[in-house]
C-alpha cells in the first residue's frame, strides 16, 4: 500500500502523530492528537480505529498512540512532502516562512513522489526546512540535531538556534523582526531571581529580548561547548 492510497485525512493523522513525537518524549494519546489537530476527542477516536484497521498504528484504547513500521513509513513520507514544499516556497517563490504551513498542509496531498523527488533535486538535497526541522531523505533517513528548547537552557551560556516550532505565525512574524531564526547565535543571559524569562542576545544585536515560557518553548537551540 502507498500513501496515497490512503485518504487525505489519514495522511494528516499519520503526520500529526510524528509530529506529537519528533520532538517530544511524551506519549502521544488521543487528547494530545485531537489538539494538535484541531478536532474533537471522538473524531480522534474514529480516525485511530480505522488506521489500526489499516495495521498503521499500534493504538491501547484510552493509552498510547505508536507507529507501525509501515505507519512510519507513510508519516515520513508525508512530513517528506510537506518540508521540501514549504522549502521550495520559501526558496523560489519568496514566500515568508510564516505563511508556507498552511500552503504545504493543501499541497502535499496532490503531489507525487517523483514531483518531490525532483524538487529536492532542484533545491539541492536540502537536510532542513525553513523552520529548521529535519527533512526526511528518499530512503526514510530522518536527523534531528542534538537540540534542547530554549526554555530548559542554563544560563547563561552561548547557543545557536536549531528549530523553531511553525505552530504560531504571530509568534514566527515577531521572531523573525528579532532575528530569532534558524542558525543565529545567542548569548543566553544570566536568568533573573523569580522570572519566568528567559532573555537572550542575539549576535550582532546590542539589545536583549525577553522571551516568554511559551516563546521559548517554541525554540530548540545546540549549546556551544565552554
Known amino acids: 500500500m502507498s500513501v496515497d492510497d490512503i485518504s487525505p485525512g489519514m495522511q494528516n493523522y499519520l503526520k500529526v502523530i510524528w509530529g506529537l513525537q519528533e520532538w517530544s518524549d511524551a506519549p502521544v494519546s488521543n487528547s494530545a492528537i485531537a489538539e494538535a489537530a484541531g478536532v474533537r476527542l471522538s473524531t480522534v477516536s474514529d480516525a485511530l480505529r480505522k488506521l489500526a484497521d489499516l495495521e498503521l498504528i499500534g493504538h491501547v484504547r484510552y493509552g498510547t498512540v505508536t507507529l507501525t513500521d509501515a505507519g512510519r513509513v507513510h508519516a515520513v513520507?508525508?512530513?517528506r512532502r510537506h518540508r521540501l514544499l514549504e522549502t521550495f516556497l520559501v526558496r523560489q517563490l519568496d514566500y515568508?516562512?510564516?505563511?508556507?504551513?498552511?500552503?504545504?498542509?493543501?499541497?502535499?496531498?496532490?503531489?507525487?513522489?517523483?514531483?518531490?523527488?525532483?524538487?529536492?533535486?532542484?533545491?539541492?538535497?536540502?537536510?532542513?526546512?525553513?523552520?529548521?526541522?529535519?527533512?526526511?531523505?528518499?530512503?526514510?533517513?530522518?536527523?534531528?540535531?542534538?537540540?534542547?528548547?530554549?526554555?530548559?537552557?542554563?544560563?547563561?551560556?552561548?547557543?545557536?538556534?536549531?528549530?523553531?516550532?511553525?505552530?504560531n505565525t504571530e509568534m514566527l512574524q515577531y521572531f523573525a523582526s528579532r532575528g530569532l531564526v534558524v542558525d543565529a547565535e545567542l548569548e543566553v543571559l544570566p536568568a533573573e531571581p523569580y522570572a519566568e524569562t528567559v532573555t537572550v542576545r542575539v549576535?550582532?544585536?546590542?539589545?536583549?529580548?525577553s522571551l516568554g515560557q511559551a516563546a521559548a518553548s517554541a525554540i530548540w537551540v545546540s549549546l556551544a561547548a565552554e
Do not use: K, N, Q
Open 203 to 209: 549576535a550582532g544585536d546590542p539589545d536583549p529580548v
Open 96 to 167: 515568508e516562512w510564516d505563511e508556507v504551513h498552511a500552503e504545504a498542509d493543501r499541497l502535499e496531498h496532490a503531489v507525487s513522489d517523483e514531483l518531490m523527488d525532483r524538487i529536492d533535486r532542484a533545491l539541492g538535497f536540502p537536510t532542513r526546512d525553513p523552520h529548521g526541522d529535519p527533512i526526511p531523505s528518499a530512503d526514510g533517513r530522518v536527523h534531528r540535531p542534538d537540540a534542547v528548547v530554549l526554555a530548559s537552557a542554563p544560563s547563561p551560556c552561548r547557543a545557536r538556534i536549531e528549530r523553531i516550532s511553525d505552530s
Open 77 to 79: 513520507s508525508m512530513i
